[in-house]
């Protein structure tokens, strides 16, 4: 079963021709299911999950390139981009890769050469298809004083891990646009830390393209304030800028409501106005940012569905379960200069 696709709405990525790309992550049940809508509304795709190190390579030296070819070829054969996700990240990376077949934590030598084969492999496969890559995942610390969060790389490689990935990743395919990618991006302490990560990247010449901005965000936060500010730091540095991932939760984080099977009106109106708002300031800086990318097609599938919370559904996107516009898609498109499209 697919969605079906309303033919008397516009296309998203139609409507934002003159600004930038418009993506969506997609995993293999939704290139099937939201297999129309992908094909009308997005120009550029994510794997949700495809290119992680964890499914890429299961075990050492075994690549299983199986899922995240047949995403490619879907693209290539519907003339969508490919941002590739994510080479370097703590999460979904495989066990082995940082012990020994003892058991016991590697050397820094051994990691570093298992991580330049790893990205080397990878991006050099898809040097034709894949246009950018996240290179490095959500490495700065949330919370703590640190600059860098805890994790493996860190622990075994020591600070420099980033940039040796950056550069692996560069040798590998000198094209592609290489970017660093984070959640709570707009959050004024995290984006001061990923401000000055990025910017010691960039003064020791280190090839980075680009900052990803997750845009993981919902009904009250963060402030457009807060937005703009966290925009404005980052392009300061001179690079691009992709929100990567974004979604509209109907609730706060840790908000324990599961009683709704349905959105309320009121969400779904103050949610129109949140997509109104946020696209208006990317369209404000469509000088920086290049590609919006939604972290999902429509509200038939999200990973926030009993995340974090179990049993609490969630209405993310601008399309809904079935793929029909909802208050939000109409305002994403209210673009000045496009009222032809619009009466299609
Ligand atoms: C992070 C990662 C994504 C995805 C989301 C949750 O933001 O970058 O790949 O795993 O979490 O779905």
């Known amino acids: 079963?697919?969605?079906?696709?309303?033919?008397?709405?516009?296309?998203?990525?139609?409507?934002?021709?003159?600004?930038?790309?418009?993506?969506?992550?997609?995993?293999?049940?939704?290139?099937?299911?939201?297999?129309?809508?992908?094909?009308?509304?997005?120009?550029?795709?994510?794997?949700?999950?495809?290119?992680?190190?964890?499914?890429?390579?299961?075990?050492?030296?075994?690549?299983?390139f199986e899922y995240a070819d047949k995403l490619v070829s879907f693209a290539n054969d519907n003339g969508k981009k490919?941002?590739?996700?994510?080479?370097v990240w703590h999460n979904q990376t495989s066990d082995w890769l940082f012990t020994d077949s003892a058991g016991k934590t590697i050397d820094r030598e051994t990691l570093l050469a298992r991580m330049e084969n790893h990205i080397g492999t990878v991006v050099r496969r898809y040097?034709?298809?894949?246009?950018?890559?996240?290179?490095?995942?959500?490495?700065?610390?949330?919370h703590s004083q640190a600059l860098l969060r805890d994790s493996?790389?860190?622990?075994?490689?020591?600070?420099d891990f980033i940039e040796k990935a950056f550069h692996f990743a560069h040798s590998a395919n000198p094209e592609a646009l290489l970017f660093y990618n984070d959640y709570n991006e707009s959050d004024p302490d995290k984006s001061d830390k990923i401000f000055q990560l990025v910017c010691s990247l960039v003064e020791r010449e280190v090839p980075i393209h680009g900052v990803g901005l997750q845009a993981h965000w919902n009904l009250y936060k963060p402030s457009y304030d807060e937005i703009r500010k966290a925009i404005e730091k980052y392009a300061s540095l001179g690079l691009q800028l992709h929100i990567t991932e974004m979604d509209v939760s109907a609730?706060?984080?840790?908000?324990?409501?599961?009683d709704l099977k349905e959105p309320l009106k009121e969400m779904l109106y103050l949610q129109a106005e949140r997509y109104d708002q946020f696209f208006q300031i990317f369209r404000e800086y469509k000088d920086h940012i290049t590609s919006v990318t939604f972290w999902g097609v429509s509200d038939h599938y999200t990973w926030l569905n009993d995340f974090p919370v179990k049993g609490r559904r969630n209405w993310p996107f601008v399309?809904?379960?079935?793929?029909?516009?909802?208050?939000?898609?109409?305002?994403?498109?209210?673009?000045?200069?496009?009222?032809?499209?619009?009466?299609?």
């Open 1 to 64: 079963m697919t969605n079906s696709v309303s033919h008397s709405i516009p296309s998203l990525c139609d409507v934002y021709k003159d600004y930038f790309l418009i993506g969506a992550a997609v995993n293999q049940q939704t290139l099937q299911t939201e297999q129309n809508l992908i094909k009308k509304h997005f120009n550029s795709l994510t794997a949700e999950n495809e290119m992680k190190f964890e499914h890429l390579q299961p075990a050492e030296g075994q690549f299983s």
């Open 82 to 87: 490919v941002r590739g996700h994510t080479l």
């Open 127 to 142: 040097k034709e298809e894949v246009y950018c890559w996240d290179v490095v995942n959500e490495a700065v610390a949330d």
């Open 152 to 159: 493996n790389w860190l622990s075994i490689i020591g600070e």
């Open 251 to 258: 609730f706060e984080w840790n908000d324990r409501r599961t």
């Open 319 to 344: 399309l809904d379960h079935n793929g029909n516009p909802k208050p939000a898609f109409q305002r994403v498109c209210q673009v000045p200069g496009t009222s032809r499209i619009m009466s299609n």
